[in-house]
């Protein structure tokens, strides 16, 4: 009975210093946390007194995604012998000048996907690669500054596709009016008084505009995290049917000499396009107008390998 007592005290004790290990093991990563917290805190400061000194500061990162597939005597495909291939290229780069009583903002977004789906089976199918994403952005933003954060500023952005329709349609917009730096990484820009160019070919629903700009952009880096976000909308003094917004956002982790993941996604909406798109739809009956059309949001994802420069 002595030996039973004497191995059930010996295992409490024993379980009662395992805990206060574990105990004691979680205290200590927990204050180990709050080290790295503050150790990042105090490398994020100096990253924002680095990126505040004046001159030109310059950046880029990409992804690229792709797959390929084939088939051959796959019966349980509708198309037994096919193959299937899907390819994405991504780039986000960026130019800034920052001054003390200016500064010079530029920035490219370009989005390129291709995708084919090839039926052995059938000789008149279209076996080639055709296009699938297509996304073509440019901005320039020049500011006076008022202060640390208030600028009078002026953009000139333009955005087209450049796979099948270049500039068909294309979008220029040139604005003045403020732009407001809160934070080193954010932009926001006012412009009440823009113009908004859409160039197309032959007859066609697009029409130019003026109206009012506002596009928000947050661009950070955070050790191997590079990170943006952008939204350009324009709203139309005319109609609301020549509004439209694009929101855009990009992510790459970096894991080994610059190659890594990214992940971009994209939102959109534009009601002259979804109108020029149902117009050529040669099953619409009757001839679509703007009341008639259902202005579905439009979106794009791409998910890859991720090279930062």
């Given at each position: 009975m002595k030996k039973i007592v004497?191995a059930?005290v010996?295992?409490?004790?024993?379980n009662?210093t395992?805990?206060?290990?574990l105990?004691?093991?979680?205290?200590?990563?927990?204050?180990k946390?709050d080290?790295?917290?503050a150790?990042?805190?105090?490398?994020?400061?100096i990253?924002?007194?680095?990126n505040a000194?004046?001159g030109?500061?310059k950046?880029?990162f990409?992804t690229?995604?792709?797959?390929l597939?084939?088939?051959?005597n796959?019966y349980?495909?509708?198309a037994?012998n096919?193959?299937?291939?899907?390819?994405g290229i991504t780039t986000?780069?960026?130019?800034?000048?920052i001054q003390?009583?200016f500064?010079?903002?530029?920035?490219l977004n370009i989005?390129?996907?291709?995708?084919?789906?090839?039926?052995?089976?059938?000789?008149?199918?279209d076996?080639?690669?055709?296009s699938?994403?297509?996304v073509?952005?440019?901005?320039?933003?020049?500011?006076q500054k008022?202060s640390?954060?208030?600028?009078?500023s002026?953009l000139g952005e333009?955005r087209t596709?450049i796979?099948?329709?270049f500039n068909?349609?294309?979008?220029?917009d040139i604005?003045?009016g403020?732009?407001?730096?809160?934070?080193t990484d954010l932009?926001?820009?006012?412009?009440?008084?823009?113009?908004n160019?859409?160039?197309s070919s032959g007859?066609?629903?697009f029409e130019s505009s003026l109206?009012?700009?506002?596009?928000?952009d947050y661009t950070?880096?955070?050790g191997k995290?590079?990170f943006?976000?952008?939204?350009s909308?324009?709203q139309?003094?005319?109609?609301a049917?020549?509004?439209?917004?694009?929101w855009?956002?990009?992510?790459?982790y970096?894991?080994?000499?610059g190659?890594?993941?990214?992940?971009e996604?994209?939102?959109?909406n534009?009601?002259?396009e979804?109108l020029?798109y149902?117009?050529?739809?040669?099953l619409?009956?009757p001839t679509?107008t703007?009341?008639s059309i259902?202005?579905?949001?439009?979106?794009?994802w791409l998910?890859?390998l991720?090279?930062s420069?």
């Open positions: 004497l059930i010996t295992l409490l004790a024993m009662i395992v805990a206060q290990t105990d004691e093991l979680k205290a200590e990563k927990a204050s946390k080290s790295i917290t150790i990042q805190g105090r490398v994020d400061a990253q924002g007194k680095i000194i004046p030109w500061k950046g880029a990409g690229i995604g792709a797959s597939s084939g088939f051959n796959w349980a495909k509708g037994p096919s193959s299937a291939g899907n390819i986000n780069a960026f130019a800034n000048l003390p009583k500064f010079w903002r530029n920035s989005n390129l996907g291709w995708v084919k789906i090839d039926d052995k089976d059938i000789d008149t199918d076996d080639s690669f055709r699938a994403t297509d073509f952005n440019i901005t320039s933003l020049y500011g008022l640390d954060k208030f600028a009078i002026t333009y596709t796979i099948d329709n068909d349609p294309g979008y220029l604005g003045v403020a732009t407001w730096t809160p934070i932009v926001v820009v006012i412009h009440p008084l823009n113009y160019f859409v160039f007859e066609s629903v109206g009012a700009k506002i596009v928000a950070r880096q955070l995290v590079n943006k976000t952008n939204l909308l324009f139309s003094y005319k109609s049917d020549y509004s439209n917004w694009t855009t956002n990009s992510f790459g970096t894991f080994w000499k190659i890594g993941l990214g992940f996604f994209g939102l959109r534009n009601k002259q979804a020029n149902a117009i050529g739809d040669d619409a009956d679509p703007f009341d259902d202005n579905d949001l439009q979106t794009y998910f890859g991720n090279y420069f």
